[in-house]
């Protein structure tokens, strides 16, 4: 079955340091990757997506993610979190099929806590 | 510029009481629709999709059901809420298929069931 894994369900990071937040899937070929950010009470806002070409894709509010194949990951990043980047984030992936597809699997989402 | 609107944003319904949520996407045509589920600020449950006007796609059998009566309109409807059916409903609508192009969102229903 296809999936898609976050394994944190928090990362708490102080204001200032260096964030990731992780995310592995299980699709066959060559799925299109993304992020979201959920704040409270809000819609899923897009942040980034990798479709294909350089490994390191940069996105919305200085987030950037990197992507590795061998590895199947598409781990989200940024150099220096900031205390209003706390929130609930979400990778995604649409897989390619023959047939066409319209669904896009989402993780189960990593609570980014930042401390100041 | 394209936008998605739906309402109510919080509704509180008793027990047994009738449902209808209502999604509209301005700005694109023939859109792909979703709806789903947000379990105490967690993961998405998928439950309804449609690739065109009168056409759903059911992900999880349950109490609900879903139309889409225009192109740009999304509704999700209970004809008898269950306590099970509180949660956050996000509607969502994107391009094509196998289109590399994200899903956007709209800001959800809180729906909370007496």
């Known amino acids: 079955a296809q999936s898609v894994a976050q394994p944190e369900d928090q990362v708490n990071v102080a204001e200032g340091n260096p964030l990731t937040v992780k995310c592995t899937y299980s699709?066959?070929?060559?799925?299109?990757l993304f992020w979201y950010v959920q704040y409270p009470n809000r819609g899923l806002q897009f942040l980034l997506k990798?479709?294909?070409?350089?490994?390191l894709v940069k996105g919305s509010y200085g987030f950037e993610a990197e992507f590795n194949k061998s590895q199947t990951s598409f781990h989200l990043k940024k150099p220096s979190a900031l205390v209003s980047d706390s929130a609930l984030y979400f990778c995604?992936?649409?897989?390619?099929?023959?047939?066409?597809?319209?669904?896009?699997?989402f993780g189960t989402g990593t609570r980014l806590k930042v401390l100041a | 510029s394209q936008t998605i609107h739906q309402w109510p944003a919080t509704l509180v319904q008793p027990v047994g009481s009738p449902l209808s949520l209502e999604c509209t996407v301005e700005?694109?045509?023939?859109?792909?629709l979703y709806w789903y589920r947000q379990a105490a600020g967690r993961g998405l449950q998928l439950l309804f999709y449609?690739?065109?006007?009168?056409?759903i796609s059911s992900e999880v059998p349950q109490n609900l059901s879903a139309s889409r009566p225009q192109d740009r309109q999304f509704i999700l409807s209970s004809k008898k809420l269950l306590l099970s059916d509180s949660g956050f409903y996000l509607c969502a609508w994107s391009k094509g298929a196998d289109s590399n192009q994200p899903q956007h969102f709209g800001d959800g229903t809180r729906l909370s069931i007496l």
């Open positions: 699709v066959s070929g060559n799925p299109y």
């Open positions: 990798y479709i294909t070409g350089d490994n």
């Open positions: 700005g694109t045509s023939n859109p792909n």
């Open positions: 449609s690739v065109g006007i009168g056409q």
């Open positions: 995604a992936v649409r897989p390619i099929t023959a047939s066409g597809t319209y669904k896009y699997i």
